[in-house]
């Protein structure tokens, strides 16, 4: 239980700080409906939220969390619909300026599709099924870096399937439109949980480097 009373503990600084907030921001935010300028595609895990990684206040981003923050390619017949709708909400309704895609080192969702594809299964639960979205970043990375331990192998994918999921976000019409007039721009981020380095991925170079 400690853990619930921890979140609950945590409501009531949160709700102290909306009492007090002689700005009402908090109050704004309600009336006037999200207004983000930014959306960030990012992973389920704990150790890479976001919205703490850049110490953005309420308002701020617009998220979207799913294992291995991995975008599926245009389809409006798929069965991944979820972030689909969440793209199309962001891009074309609030009109978004940025999207952002950021992966992590150690990401437990790519690890779990490497294992799959070592192991020659077929992707059959849920999990399996989702991060087959990858499939094609996993399987280069372990013909490419076979000698490679499954830490190292795991990094490398995450790095690759970030660069494929940005080449996802092309094939949504309407992005694609936004960014071709300029409305819109789209980052590719990796958050190194061992050092806290936050890399850019550079599309023209084709390598990643650290943002300061």
């Not at 991995?70 to 969440?86: G, I, K, M, R, W």
């Not at 437990?108 to 992707?123: F, N, P, V």
């Not at 092309?170 to 806290?196: C, I, M, T």
Request: with cysteine; proline share 4%.
């Amino acid at each position: 239980m400690k853990e619930i009373k921890a979140l609950i503990d945590g409501f009531r600084n949160f709700k102290e700080e909306y009492i007090e907030d002689e700005l009402g921001r908090y109050r704004q935010l309600a009336e006037y409906g999200p207004h983000s300028k930014i959306l960030m595609i990012a992973c389920c895990d704990s150790r890479a939220d976001p919205a703490i990684i850049t110490n953005s206040q309420a308002g701020d981003l617009m998220v979207i969390r799913n294992i291995a923050n991995l975008v599926p390619p245009y389809d409006p017949n798929s069965n991944f619909q979820e972030t689909q709708a969440a793209l199309e909400f962001a891009v074309s309704y609030l009109a978004v300026e940025h999207v952002v895609v950021m992966g992590h080192s150690r990401c437990g969702g790519i690890r779990s599709l490497l294992t799959r594809l070592i192991d020659d299964a077929d992707a059959m639960l849920p999990l399996e099924k989702w991060t087959a979205v990858a499939e094609p970043a996993a399987k280069h990375v372990l013909k490419n870096l076979a000698g490679a331990n499954l830490d190292d192998q795991t990094c490398a994918c995450s790095r690759e399937a970030l660069t494929a999921s940005l080449a996802n976000l092309r094939s949504y019409p309407w992005l694609l439109e936004r960014e071709q007039k300029q409305k819109l721009q789209v980052h590719g981020w990796y958050f190194n949980l061992a050092d806290g380095d936050l890399q850019a991925y550079d599309e023209v170079n084709k390598k990643f480097t650290s943002l300061f």
